[in-house]
């Protein structure tokens, strides 16, 4: 009787069954249903935000849909204020421990002082959480060596970020140099600057803080370890490691800054290549450019530019788009980490640990007024 009851209501079972599906299709929202299938969300946490890269970050990270952002942790009530009003509804620390060990983020995003970096990798590494820093890796050679070291034991994933690490003019022109069109790349001069990182406005909280630490070079502040590791990472990249480093500091406007405001570096390589880094706090406008020389032409880039010569006539360069994972840097970490490939180029630590070496030798040889042999003893 059962069985004879359920044959004859098959029919009516099957329309309901499309009927309900057919609801759930309409009612459901495509993103919704695209992450049923879809890898969990990626749960990043965010330690420190006295650095004032944290702000532009944060609002892209609150955007992304495959990340989880579990937590935001400072020390400095009023930095921790404007993380909620950046981040409403995220959950606020004082203690950055606390927030490791209630949320157990996969990895912490840190916009620390410089000169704390190393702290942070010796909390995190152990728990196995992966990291990624703002430029440069460390106050220190040292302190980047460490680092490193740490990141291999505990096998995490430790990034360093630089904001053209994800232009595709940086690596059009990389390509070029690289082609043999330009012929043998021999010179490398690269300009870094602004008019200072002084907060202009009194109500800055944001800036105040930023500042406090920045305006210290025993905390890794200053024009040298602020811009020279831009610099670096062009010249390890086009050039390789170099023999020699000299370099000069100048302390201008000292009513506003306790550090030094102006780095120029010059660098020697093998089979005759030069390396000039020019760093300044006092420029009139901003600057963030490279030139490479080779024996038969030469190319110019800052972002959303390139200019490039073969012998003295304009060559056309067209800026080719970068791969989906290589435009944006959580992205790409994402990928890194859960896929568990090396990260690679500008960002990875091995490259930045000889940033941070040449970065070294520039404020040793600015200290002693000598050039400085590498690699460093």
Request: proline residues 6%; contains cysteine; glycine residues 8%.
């Amino acid at each position: 009787m059962t069985h004879r009851f359920i044959i004859r209501r098959l029919p009516l079972l099957l329309s309901l069954s499309i009927a309900l599906a057919f609801i759930a299709a309409t009612l459901i929202p495509p993103k919704a249903k695209a992450r049923a299938g879809d890898e969990p969300r990626f749960r990043l946490a965010i330690i420190g935000v006295i650095h004032s890269h944290a702000w532009g970050h944060l609002r892209n990270i609150a955007k992304m849909p495959g990340v989880e952002l579990v937590g935001i942790a400072d020390s400095v009530a009023d930095l921790r204020e404007e993380a909620a009003k950046a981040a409403p509804g995220v959950a606020i620390y004082e203690d950055y421990r606390k927030l490791l060990d209630e949320k157990k983020p996969e990895a912490v995003w840190s916009f620390v002082e410089n000169d704390r970096h190393l702290e942070i990798t010796k909390v995190c590494a152990p728990r196995g959480i992966h990291l990624i820093f703002e430029k440069p890796m460390a106050a220190t050679y040292e302190q980047a060596k460490e680092m490193l070291a740490l990141a291999q034991k505990h096998n995490i994933k430790l990034m360093i970020n630089y904001q053209m690490a994800w232009w595709p003019e940086n690596y059009t022109a990389h390509d070029l140099a690289a082609s043999g069109e330009l012929g043998k790349v021999w010179r490398v001069r690269s300009v870094i600057g602004h008019g200072g990182p002084d907060p202009k406005n009194p109500n800055d909280k944001r800036g105040k803080y930023f500042w406090s630490w920045l305006n210290d070079e025993k905390r890794g502040g200053g024009a040298l370890i602020d811009f020279v590791g831009y610099g670096a990472v062009w010249l390890r990249w086009y050039l390789g490691m170099p023999k020699t480093v000299y370099a000069i500091t100048t302390h201008t406007r000292p009513e506003v800054y306790h550090t030094n405001t102006n780095a120029t570096v010059l660098a020697s390589f093998p089979d005759n290549g030069v390396g000039i880094i020019e760093g300044s706090w006092d420029l009139p406008r901003g600057f963030q450019d490279v030139e490479v020389f080779g024996s038969k032409g030469s190319v110019f880039m800052k972002q959303n530019k390139i200019e490039a010569l073969v012998g003295n006539q304009p060559k056309e360069v067209t800026i080719e788009k970068l791969p989906e994972d290589r435009r944006e840097p959580v992205i790409y970490f994402i990928q890194r980490v859960r896929g568990n490939k090396p990260l690679d180029g500008f960002v990875a630590p091995e490259f930045n640990v000889d940033a941070m070496m040449i970065v070294e030798a520039a404020r040793r040889s600015a200290e002693s007024g000598k050039p400085v042999s590498l690699p460093l003893r």
